[in-house]
């Protein structure tokens, strides 16, 4: 897969840095998150489908390591960090063992073929 991002010779030397460490912190942060938990859903208040991933595994009986970043009247530049980071457009954004699986939908699907519990392996 080839992702399309903006390469760095098209983004003026004056401004790089500024775009580098534009919410650097969230984005070190999760990457803390995925590196020391199996399984991380990062998610916003207000939005019912991080909700809805935290209960199905709850159901499931799986763990996990929960990190919310605002709502949908706060915090939105901080959150488009992650967007910008992983590619995924919507929240919650989950990680197995490091890898993005996408969002509750995917999660859903996994866990009902049972893939997810291979991936946590």
């Known amino acids: 897969m080839n992702r ?32 020391t938990h199996q399984l991380v859903v990062v998610g916003m208040a207000q939005n019912p489908f991080p909700r809805y991933a935290r209960k199905l595994l709850d159901a499931a009986g799986i763990p996990y390591r929960y990190l919310q970043y605002g709502s949908y009247l706060s915090g939105w530049r901080r ?27 995917e999660l859903q699907a996994l866990v009902k073929s049972g893939e997810l519990q291979h991936l946590l392996v």
């Open 79 to 105: 959150r488009t960090a992650l967007k910008m980071w992983t590619g995924w457009p919507t929240f919650p954004m989950i990680f197995a063992n490091g890898m993005l699986i996408g969002g509750t939908s």
């Open 4 to 35: 399309q991002i903006l390469a760095t010779e098209h983004i003026h030397s004056h401004i790089r840095e500024q775009i580098a460490g534009s919410h650097l912190d969230i984005v070190q942060e999760v990457q803390k998150a995925i590196a």
